[in-house]
């Protein structure tokens, strides 16, 4: 069995935007509500993810309220999570950017397998825009 390595994206992404933002990690907790649910992420959570110590990953609510407090569009913050806490480290999109796949071990899948995951996401954007 192959060792498996422990990314930290999400990890890296809080840590480092919060020094760009230039704040604490209480004031940073503050500023981490969800927008739809009025979620509050609290600062020992966030001092755990940045830190790299083990955390209870995020649902959709504790995203945007990252989101919303880091000041980053949701699907960066998305992103990061879905590495560090599912391994999905690559997205497909398709021509028109219309549909994405968030794909795990893309990089290990044959040129052929990847021409297929495009083919579904393109054939996905396609019948969104048919209706």
């Known amino acids: 069995m ?6 930290t994206d999400l990890s890296d992404l809080v840590r480092d935007r919060r020094a760009e933002l230039k704040v604490g990690l209480r004031t940073l907790a503050d500023r981490c509500a969800d927008p739809e649910t009025g979620e509050q992420l609290k600062v020992g959570w966030l001092h755990r993810l940045e830190t790299r110590e083990p ?29 560090q806490f599912m391994g999905i480290v690559s997205e497909v999109w398709s021509e028109d950017e219309d549909a994405r796949a968030l794909v795990a071990y893309l990089g290990e899948m044959s040129e052929a397998e990847r021409r297929q995951v495009k083919a579904m996401v393109e054939a996905f954007a396609r019948s969104r825009s048919n209706g």
């Open 2 to 7: 192959s060792e498996q390595i422990q990314r």
């Open 55 to 83: 955390v209870i990953p995020p649902q959709l609510p504790g995203l945007r309220a990252l989101a919303a407090g880091l000041e980053l569009p949701l699907p960066i913050v998305q992103e990061a999570a879905g590495a």
